[in-house]
């Protein structure tokens, strides 16, 4: 299935791009494979819509499998740093419209990422809305530039975004009940925060969003995107019942 | 040759023994007790049953030895972490026995955070002639009493009851992937993807923290713990494994944290075979001590592994498992199948190895004649009278009647979970829905 897929769009690549695809040292078919396994890398990076924790071992095996493709291509010279404007590079762009696409649609949901407090911050609610673009840490500079970073600093983006995965792949351990509340952002416990958080995920996430991607088939049950209504109502029982 | 009918216990058997279960829920762990005569199952829904095997009698000619279910209850209930807004799956990890110490059994069960003590003890008698109540439990009218009599046991029905003893909660950050009990019955270790803590049975509000692979930074993780387990005899060694394919026998004696491992076991990488996927087929699945503590056993995606102890280089021993999925692994990389952690599991004489595969298979290795068998676990094959034939995966090339084709296979029918008997020839197979006992009647011996 995957091979098949491959071949037609191999050969409608070439007839498109023409000379576009000089620029890449290495044979296009192996190529496009590798681009195809790194987005697919990716997609599976962004844990949507999970209600249990994402298995580590799991996550951890593809990231490495990401890093070693970066590596490669950036040996390769075919991972780009340049601006946007050059051959509007397939590879690159891809990573783009995902990472954009995760934190436009962070952004409409409205989610307020909670103060971070060192290694002992908690995640707001918001943050079970995609645990890829997690709250911010303050205590690190660097990432907090990624909130804002324009499309230009793709590289630098994907880097800080295979980090900021590790970050919220973390589970925290707050050490003291007093570290964990003191500088906590009273919206926490707004119910409104809570439910809007909640109605937003209803909206297409990103996993459906990532159209131009190549077809990825449905992940194992363990990790799938539960339907949207369902925890909508499992977070009502919780509220409710308690 | 397939004739692997005197090689492999079970296989062309007319006298086999085969049953297969369905069950509530997607079993999740099988484990036989030290003697054999109980097999624990955990399944996705947090429970547990228990079988029992019933004593083979010359006099009841039925009875072959056959399990039963003895107990079902419910070990862990799904629970919510308010603080990190998740769910705690309620799934059975891992069930461990421990060895029996008096009239009652006790295992070990744990989910992704919580390991909990069970004892299970039978109840066949009862108390009656009491003076103060009647048979009800009403008290009686104390003017009618005219005489005292000494309560009697009078036989009852069987009564299997069980009943937490201890909970062993807030151990870990992660999740918890085995337990595994010291030889000293009075220990036993707790490992996540980045801990591994040991607890005593009888304390519950602490442990002792003596693996601890968790960078800094956890931006720097690319390593996880997978497996881990207690040496069967010294009960200062222990071994465990990681998602770089290494494992890793430390020492307790050597120091509080056993960060340094006292050897390392790891197999130089083949270039030739290198690719992307190189590093998440060698994750070590599984990893088990032979009965005679000589020898470690480890799984990864494609291949069964035997150690010696005594040599870290490479392995003693490698058999390829399903080597015709090698030039797949894109397509179950892209269906995580490739994630799929299997187990694997040594006879009573740690001559042959088990472990499953996918279309519900099942593969065995004989490491003295170098022969190899793949069964199914079928509804077929645990009818009456029904015999294990062996099977066959062909990659193009000769086709023979029965074989089934690389594409054919079903990836949605593993199985992840077998346990072999400590002594005889019976194994226990999961197979998803189904617990599938199979039971050799020749002598074990002969392996």
Known sequence: MFARGLK??????????????????????????????????????????????????????????????????????????????????????????TEILCRSMREQDGVHPAPGMGDDHVLGPGSELSTVTSA???????????????????RGNFQKSLDQIFETLETRNPSSAEELFSDMDSSYYDLDTVLTGVVSRAEPGPCDGLQGLPPVATPASSSSCKSDLGELDHVMEILVET | ????????????????????????????????????????????????????????????????????????????????????????????????????????????????????????????????????????????????????????????????????????????TYHINSISVNSDCETYMSADDLRINLWHLAVTDRSFNIVDIKPANMEDLTEVITASEFHPH?????????????????????????????????????????????????????VKFSHSGRYMLTRDYLTVKVWDLNMEARPLETYQVHDYLRSKLCSLYENDCIFDKFECAWNGSDSVIMTGAYNNFFRMFDRNTKRDVTLEASRESSKPRAVLKPRRVCVGGKRRRDDIS????????????????????IIAIAATNNLYIFQDKVNSDMH
């Open chain 2, 1 to 172: 040759a397939l004739n692997c009918r005197f090689y492999f216990p079970f296989v062309d058997r007319p006298k086999l023994l085969a049953v297969s279960l369905p069950t509530a829920d997607i079993i999740s762990t099988v484990e036989f007790n030290h003697t054999g005569e109980l097999l624990a199952t955990g399944d996705k829904g947090g429970r547990v049953v228990i079988f029992q095997r019933e004593p083979e009698s010359k006099n009841a000619p039925h009875s072959q030895g056959e399990y039963d279910v003895y107990s079902t209850f419910q070990s862990h209930e799904p629970e919510f972490d308010y603080l990190k807004s998740l769910e705690i799956e309620e799934k059975i990890n891992k069930i461990k026995w421990l060895p029996q110490q008096n009239a009652a059994h006790s295992l070990l069960s744990t989910n992704d955070k919580t390991i909990k003590l069970w004892k299970i003890t039978e109840r066949d008698k009862r108390p009656e002639g009491y003076n103060l109540k009647d048979e009800e439990g009403k008290l009686k009218d104390l003017s009618t009493v005219t005489s005292l009599q000494v309560p009697v046991l009078k036989p009852m029905d069987l009564m299997v009851e069980v009943s937490p003893r201890r909970v062993f909660a807030n151990g870990h």
């Open chain 2, 234 to 286: 010294h009960c200062n060694l222990f071994v465990y494994s990681s998602s770089k394919g290494s494992l890793r026998l430390c020492d307790m004696r050597a120091a509080a944290l056993c960060d340094k491992h006292s050897k390392l076991f790891e197999e130089p990488e083949d270039p030739s075979n290198r690719s992307f996927f190189s590093e998440i087929i060698s994750s070590v699945s599984d």
């Open chain 2, 406 to 425: 690389v594409d054919s296979l079903d990836f949605t029918k593993k199985i992840l979970h077998t346990a072999w008997h400590p002594t005889e020839n």
């Open chain 1, 136 to 154: 911010q840490t303050p205590r690190d500079p660097q990432n907090s530039v990624w909130e804002m970073d324009s499309p230009r600093e793709n």
């Open chain 1, 8 to 97: 037609r769009k191999c050969a409608d690549h070439e007839e498109d791009m023409g000379g576009a695809l000089a620029g890449f040292r290495a044979v296009p078919s192996y190529s496009l494979q590798r681009q195809s396994l790194l987005d697919m890398s990716l997609v599976k990076l962004q844990l949507c819509h999970m209600l249990v924790e994402p298995n580590l071992c799991r996550s951890v095996l593809i990231a490495n499998t990401v890093r070693q493709i970066q590596e490669e291509m950036t040996q390769d010279g075919t991972w780009r740093v340049a601006a946007p404007q050059s051959t509007g590079r397939a590879p690159l762009d891809r990573l783009v419209s």
